[in-house]
């Protein structure tokens, strides 16, 4: 059992480094394009998983503190895997004005889970943006990308 | 088509001008606003519209996506030209129709139209002076023709033809140009300085990592008319002696990206970008950096630290970035707004430039004007126009059964000022005596239902979750300050908050590390310099006068004013209202929650929020 299991997740991190490979192999190798690796990384695994880390830290030549560090500090790169579909609730200022803030309270309520969290299948996750840009549609949110405004807390149960 | 000098291009541009133009042209708005409401979609159906009709086979009809038109509050807008109409909520089902009727007839759908026709007319036009925003509505802005048939490469032609490095930028500094991402720092004092600092490799850069919220203009800037920033930057460029540029663009904004990245490679194909450009011995390469979601960066020095790929947190400007900036190497970073503003400037000269706007803040600014306000969109006005003619002229006042309170100013570094600034021109000098900035130009309308103190926390929750950690004022001054919000905000204020946030916002705005830790605490000093009353309000009498923080007020219906609508009614979570149709309502506060659902759906003023002992 215990030696399937370890199989399984070798099996898994090669597969992992041989995706990275790729992903590497499309920036030139300097340090500079540390940032936009680990968003091509992120883009492709909806998270950056530690051995993907360690290869950019001796592809790029750069220290693996360094790489951590980067990874920790930039909102668009976790360590843990995104939800499939995300929900991600502007509260911008025009939004906040416009009710954003109880709608993400009945959305944390009704979906029994909180902002930056997913539901435990780990199909739907909540996030807040600062700003879309759609204030004049205000309050607004976007379900994979797609924007949807005046929203209410039962509109935005509807698009998911 | 490879350019290869200034003669070539102006051949190329003039026989577009005398070339067949398009009989008839719809432009579907493509800003955030639209888009987000379905402009491509539109766009897409009207497309195929015209095809179905056989229109395209006969005269040149074309319906193209263009840049920002403004007036998001009513769109997906779409606007006809030569007619100048400009039509409003327009869904999939008027496509058929205005295809058939007013792109083959000229005739517009009555349906769609406001009571301002043609639409330089509408008010919220009348005023504005389209100058950075003069393509939107004009061009494709994925096509480099477009550009090239309104005059784009106008004036790096003429640089690279007629004027040396050095008068390029003397025409920057005699234009008086502020820079316009924030404090309208000279552009022309910090062009010179790179221009003279030792190096032989230099580097232009854009902002365009626009966080604030509430703020689009940049974002419509680089999705309307990409190639104004590109040109913009060739000509500092080609001043200041680099040969390499970034554009740094917040990751939130993938069309951005897209369309600046088509324009970069249209631009090299044609010459304008690369070896040699136009002939001449100057080269250029530029390249867009993906922010990674942190508005600190947005900060100059931290901008830097992420482009050379590391966190982006600033450092002390002991040293000013023209002389050391990114790797080291002298660097001009200006906003992507005051990029735009340079074509316009050798183009025309400076004093054409200086013509619009005051002798201290010469030209246009781009302006967001959100909130709570009847006409929310993209304005461009003269730098010195008042706030109220902005408010009130372009943006129609607040909503019905609203009174205006405040407006904020310049984002989270900004501040709110009330109705007694509304004759304050909006100008850099201005905004910053009255406790607010520039900013990039957000303007977010608040009305009698806006509560200062929960915008304060608002903003301090805003920043306290950006903070970028490396100085202790910013990262712990931050949370002390939000805790006392939240606090008050929920009714637990203790004596004595008001006069410690004083004390907190003084010692951060004098000892953050940088510009952003610094201002961090305006939305609050703001406030408290005009609303105290308000935090005094909910500090000793734990009383929210405009109904915005639940439980420290009770609804009450002012049966003058109250139509019977019962919308409040409808909205009401708890049920506790009741009354016959077109009777006033009644409110039993018994079962009530203090959540002002009723007053923020209330359209006469008749809702309103009062002391829960009286």
């Known amino acids: 059992m215990d030696s399937k299991e370890s199989m399984e997740s070798r099996e898994a991190k090669d597969s992992i480094k041989s995706q990275v490979e790729g992903l590497l192999?499309?920036?030139?190798?300097?340090?500079?394009?540390?940032?936009?690796?680990?968003?091509?990384?992120?883009?492709a695994f909806r998270y950056l998983p530690k051995e993907a880390l360690l290869m950019v830290s001796e592809k790029l030549e750069v220290s693996a503190a360094r790489v951590f560090a980067v990874a920790g500090f930039y909102k668009a790169l976790s360590f843990s895997p995104k939800a499939e579909r995300l929900l991600t609730?502007?509260?911008?200022?025009?939004?906040?004005l416009r009710g954003s803030e109880k709608l993400i309270q009945t959305l944390e309520s009704r979906l029994g889970f909180k902002i930056g969290q997913s539901s435990t299948d780990g199909r739907l996750g909540l996030e807040t943006v600062n700003?879309?840009?759609?204030c004049a549609l205000a309050p607004v949110a976007t379900v994979d990308g797609a924007v949807h405004g005046h929203l209410t807390p039962e509109k935005a149960l509807d698009l998911i | 088509m490879f350019l290869k000098d200034h003669r070539e291009l102006e051949a190329l541009r003039s026989g577009l001008m005398t070339g067949p133009a398009p009989t008839r042209r719809l432009?579907?708005?493509?800003?955030?606003?639209?888009?987000?409401?379905?402009?491509?979609?539109?766009?897409?159906?009207?497309?195929?519209?015209?095809?179905?009709?056989?229109?395209?086979?006969q005269i040149?009809?074309?319906?193209?996506?263009?840049?920002c038109l403004g007036l998001c509050e009513k769109g997906p807008l779409v606007g006809v030209e030569p007619e100048g109409f400009l039509l409003e909520k327009v869904s999939l089902a008027d496509c058929q129709e205005l295809v058939s009727k007013t792109l083959g007839q000229g005739r517009p759908i009555e349906r769609l139209l406001s009571g301002h026709q043609p639409i330089k007319n509408h008010p919220f036009y009348q005023p504005q002076i389209r100058q950075i925003t003069r393509r939107f509505g004009q061009i494709n802005p994925e096509s480099l023709l477009d550009y090239l048939k309104t005059g784009g490469y106008q004036a790096l032609g003429l640089a690279l033809s007629a004027l040396s490095p050095d008068q390029v930028c003397q025409m920057v500094e005699r234009s008086g140009l502020r820079g316009r991402g924030g404090g309208g720092f000279p552009a022309g004092r910090k062009w010179s300085s790179c221009r003279l600092a030792p190096g032989t490799v230099k580097y232009v850069l854009a902002n365009g990592d626009e966080g604030d919220p509430g703020a689009f203009m940049n974002r419509s800037l680089m999705e309307g008319d990409p190639l104004a920033i590109i040109e913009g930057m060739t000509l500092g460029a080609y001043a200041v002696?680099?040969?390499?540029?970034?554009?740094?663009?917040r990751h939130e904004y993938p069309l951005s990206v897209e369309r600046l990245n088509r324009a970069i490679e249209a631009a090299e194909k044609m010459g304008l970008l690369g070896k040699g450009i136009l002939g001449s011995s100057f080269s250029f390469n530029l390249e867009i950096v993906l922010g990674g979601g942190a508005f600190v960066c947005g900060e100059s020095t931290a901008l830097m630290a992420s482009i050379e790929g590391r966190e982006g947190q600033p450092r002390v400007k002991y040293v000013r970035s023209t002389q050391r900036g990114l790797w080291e190497a002298p660097t001009l970073l200006q906003n992507v707004e005051t990029w735009a503003n340079v074509p316009l400037i050798v183009e025309h000269g400076h004093e054409w430039f200086k013509s619009q706007g005051t002798s201290a803040n010469p030209g246009t600014k781009v302006f967001c004007l959100v909130g709570q306000v009847k006409r929310s969109g993209l304005v461009e006005m003269p730098l010195g126009t008042t706030i109220g003619s902005l408010v009130f002229e372009v943006g129609g006042g607040s909503p019905p059964g609203r009174s205006f309170k405040a407006v904020q100013i310049g984002g989270p570094s900004g501040g709110c000022l009330p109705e007694s600034a509304l004759?304050?021109?909006?100008?850099?000098?201005?905004?910053?005596?009255?406790?607010?900035?520039?900013?990039?130009?957000?303007?977010?309308?608040?009305?009698?239902?806006?509560?200062?103190?929960?915008?304060?926390?608002?903003?301090?929750?805003f920043l306290m979750g950006e903070s970028c950690g490396k100085?202790?004022?910013?990262?712990?001054?931050?949370?002390?300050?939000?805790?006392?919000?939240?606090?008050?905000?929920?009714g637990q204020g203790r004596p004595g908050d008001t006069l410690e946030l004083k004390k907190l916002a003084s010692l951060l705005s004098k000892t953050a590390l940088c510009g952003l830790g610094q201002s961090a605490a305006n939305p609050l000093l703001s406030t408290l310099r005009y609303f105290e009353e308000e935090y005094l309000e909910h500090e000793n009498e734990r009383f929210c006068r405009s109904g915005r923080c639940q439980g420290l007020f009770w609804p009450k219906i002012d049966p003058d004013l109250c139509s019977g609508c019962g919308l409040c009614q409808e909205a009401c979570p708890a049920k506790v209202i009741f009354g016959e149709k077109k009777q006033a309502r009644q409110i039993d506060l018994a079962n009530c929650l203090s959540c002002g659902a009723c007053l923020a759906v209330c359209p006469f003023g008749a809702a309103q929020a009062v002391r829960q002992d009286s």
Request: glycine share 14%; proline share 3%.
């Open chain 1, 25 to 43: 192999g499309s920036r030139p190798r300097q340090a500079r394009h540390l940032l936009a690796v680990l968003q091509d990384i992120q883009a």
């Open chain 1, 89 to 96: 609730v502007c509260q911008g200022t025009a939004c906040h």
């Open chain 1, 131 to 134: 700003c879309l840009g759609a």
């Open chain 2, 27 to 57: 432009w579907v708005c493509g800003g955030p606003g639209c888009l987000a409401s379905g402009a491509a979609q539109i766009q897409a159906a009207l497309a195929s519209e015209i095809k179905k009709q056989g229109l395209n086979s």
């Open chain 2, 60 to 67: 040149d009809f074309r319906a193209d996506l263009t840049g």
């Open chain 2, 241 to 249: 002696g680099a040969n390499k540029g970034f554009i740094y663009v």
């Open chain 2, 423 to 461: 004759d304050l021109p909006l100008d850099f000098d201005n905004l910053s005596s009255a406790g607010a900035i520039m900013g990039s130009g957000g303007l977010i309308v608040m009305d009698n239902l806006s509560c200062m103190v929960d915008v304060a926390r608002y903003f301090t929750g």
């Open chain 2, 471 to 490: 100085c202790s004022p910013c990262r712990e001054g931050l949370t002390l300050i939000y805790r006392i919000l939240e606090g008050l905000c929920q």
